[in-house]
């Protein structure tokens, strides 16, 4: 995701839904019209803009003019003879309204917005993070941006479910102190859990509750709204101590170390829920167990 800056003229904060789009000159087949989505995170007179196509894939550019539904206010491009970069595969309404409450925390989607980008960023590149995920070359809110828009709205796309953040919730505000995932990758067949919080966040039950609630979330049928998964598995390197208390502390057990190629071949700690099968053939595990 790209950001680029235009007049605000809107009615200030949230998420809008653009209903035009006027290209400045039409092909044979006429004027192509696409809805966008746009964000404005502040009410300055300038404020970086989000455009994004619903409903397409893919990388695409335009140029042009943009207009409101809600106010018919017309927003052009400080610089509408250059192409405005945009990624497809977008946050719709229905992902920024999802939220699933427990007793002290708010979990939602990660948004592309400037405030959700500067965050990624803080949190990858805290201390903890750091020592136990290493690097990520997120480093500044572009690329954070890109992120969102890329690779989590991409498992959105794929899946219905990737990574989450996750907010402590206080009264009426809410304060982001980390994430949560629930990934399906390679040829499992359910899902892996794993979350992130800042440091000053630990210690505190915080990755229990999200956890514990996403793992309700995805196993609850499908009909109950949940993803309707028969079980859930938690990955972690063989020698992260840290993280594997975090999987037994969510009820996961400890079902031996394999080399996971989807990990690169390495030592993977791997833990599920008791009910699942003793064969995890069943759920895609092709790797020989190393441990016996």
């Known amino acids: 995701m790209f950001p680029h800056r235009v007049a605000s003229k809107g009615p200030g904060n949230g998420v809008y839904l653009l209903t035009h789009y006027h290209p400045p000159t039409p092909n044979s087949s006429g004027t192509r019209v696409l809805p966008l989505l746009t964000s404005f995170p502040n009410r300055q007179k300038e404020a970086t803009v989000y455009l994004r196509p619903i409903g397409t894939t893919g990388r695409v550019t335009i140029s042009g003019s943009l207009a409101y539904r809600s ?25 920024a309204d999802w939220h699933l409450d427990t007793d002290r925390l708010r979990i939602s989607r990660l948004l592309p917005t400037q405030d959700h980008a500067h965050f990624i960023v803080e949190l990858y590149n805290s201390p903890l993070f750091l020592a136990g995920q290493g690097k990520t070359g997120i480093d500044n809110d572009e690329k954070a941006l890109g992120m969102i828009t890329g690779f989590i709205d991409g498992l959105f796309a794929k899946q219905n479910h990737g990574i989450y953040l996750v907010s402590l919730r206080s009264g009426d505000e809410v304060v982001k102190i980390g994430t949560v995932s629930v990934m399906k990758v390679e040829n499992f067949t359910v899902p892996d859990i794993g979350f992130a919080l800042l440091p000053q966040y630990t210690g505190k039950g915080y990755a229990q509750e999200a956890g514990k609630a996403m793992m309700d979330y995805a196993m609850r049928d499908k009909s109950k709204g949940g993803l309707g998964y028969e079980g859930v598995f938690g990955f972690t390197s063989a020698t992260n101590g840290q993280s594997r208390k975090a999987c037994e502390s969510l009820g996961l057990e400890f079902r031996g170390i394999y080399p996971l190629a989807v990990f690169g071949g390495g030592k993977s700690a791997v833990y599920a829920l008791k009910d699942m099968d003793e064969d995890l053939r069943k ?8 441990d016996g």
């Open 71 to 95: 106010t018919g206010q017309r927003i052009d491009s400080e610089h509408s003879a250059l192409p405005l970069p945009i990624i497809a595969q977008m946050n719709t309404p229905a992902a």
């Open 283 to 290: 759920y895609g595990v092709a790797e020989e167990r190393l």
